[in-house]
C-alpha cells in the first residue's frame, strides 16, 4: 500500500491521525465530566450550558473556526495571554487542527456518554454509599464501569469525527502542507487540482476505510464491555 500513496498523502495521514487522539484524549475528561452532569444533576442554566455543549452541532463548521480564530488567534483574547504567558501558539498549527476537532467532535462524545450515564442502574450506586463508599468511589467503581460502553462508543465516535473534520479546521488554521493539511484537507486540495482525479479518489477511499475501521471498532468493543458488564 505504501507505494500506491505519496509521501504528502502519508503526512496527511499521520497528521490526521495525530489530530484526533490528541483531540478525543484532552476532550475525554471533560466529556465525561459534561455527560455526568447533564445525565445527574438539575441546576440553574442547565438548558443553556446544554445548548452550548451541543452548539457546534448545529453551526456552520466554518462559523466554528471563526469564532476559534476570533478566540484563540494571535490577537484574540485567549490567543494573546497564551502566547504570552507560555509562548504558545494555536492558530495555523496542528494543535489548533485538534482544537479545531475537539470543539466539533465534542457534542458527539457527550450525548453518548450523557446516555450511558443516565442508563447505568442508581440502585447499584446507592447501595455502594450504604455500604460506606464515598462519592468519589462510587463515581469511578460503579457509575464508570457500568457507562464505560457508552463512553468508548463516545470516544470512537468522537474519533472518527475528528478525522474528518474540514470546516473549522480550514477556517482556524489554514491548509500548510506538512502542518495543518490533514487526510480532508488534502483530498479538497486534489479536488481543486485539474487533472488529479485519481489522487483524489485514492485519498476519498483511504476516508473511507478509515472511518469505517473506527466505526466498526466502536461496534465491536461497545458489544464486548456489554457482555461483560452483564456476564
Known amino acids: 500500500m505504501s507505494d500506491l500513496l505519496t509521501p504528502a498523502e502519508w503526512t496527511a495521514i499521520g497528521l490526521s491521525?495525530?489530530?484526533a487522539v490528541w483531540a478525543v484524549a484532552a476532550s475525554l475528561p471533560l466529556g465525561i465530566a459534561a455527560g455526568w452532569l447533564l445525565a445527574r444533576r438539575n441546576f440553574p442554566g442547565k438548558l443553556l450550558v446544554d445548548g452550548l455543549i451541543h452548539l457546534p452541532m448545529?453551526?456552520?463548521p466554518v462559523a466554528v473556526g471563526y469564532i476559534l480564530l476570533l478566540l484563540l488567534g494571535r490577537n484574540g483574547p485567549l490567543g494573546a495571554f497564551l502566547h504570552d504567558a507560555f509562548g504558545i501558539t494555536v492558530?495555523?498549527?496542528w494543535k489548533g487542527a485538534a482544537v479545531a476537532s475537539a470543539v466539533v467532535a465534542?457534542?458527539?462524545?457527550?450525548?453518548?456518554?450523557?446516555?450511558?450515564v443516565a442508563a447505568a442502574d442508581q440502585g447499584l450506586e446507592a447501595a455502594a454509599r450504604t455500604l460506606g463508599a464515598g462519592p468519589a468511589r462510587v463515581f469511578f467503581t460503579i457509575t464508570l464501569p457500568l457507562a464505560a460502553p457508552g463512553i468508548l462508543t463516545g470516544t470512537l465516535l468522537a474519533f472518527a469525527r475528528s478525522l474528518s473534520?474540514?470546516?473549522?479546521?480550514?477556517?482556524?488554521?489554514?491548509?500548510?502542507?506538512?502542518?495543518?493539511?490533514t487526510l480532508p484537507l488534502a483530498l479538497y486540495t486534489q479536488i481543486q487540482t485539474p487533472g488529479a482525479e485519481w489522487p483524489a479518489a485514492r485519498l476519498?477511499?483511504?476516508?473511507?476505510?478509515?472511518?469505517?475501521a473506527a466505526l466498526a471498532g466502536s461496534e465491536l468493543l461497545s458489544r464486548h464491555l456489554t457482555r461483560k458488564l452483564h456476564g
Not at 474540514?166 to 506538512?178: C, D, W, Y
Open 58 to 60: 448545529v453551526l456552520p
Open 165 to 181: 473534520e474540514f470546516g473549522a479546521t480550514i477556517t482556524f488554521v489554514s491548509n500548510i502542507p506538512g502542518e495543518t493539511r
Open 204 to 212: 476519498a477511499v483511504v476516508s473511507v476505510v478509515i472511518a469505517l
Open 91 to 93: 492558530a495555523f498549527t
Open 17 to 19: 491521525l495525530r489530530v
Open 106 to 116: 465534542f457534542p458527539l462524545m457527550v450525548r453518548a456518554i450523557r446516555q450511558a
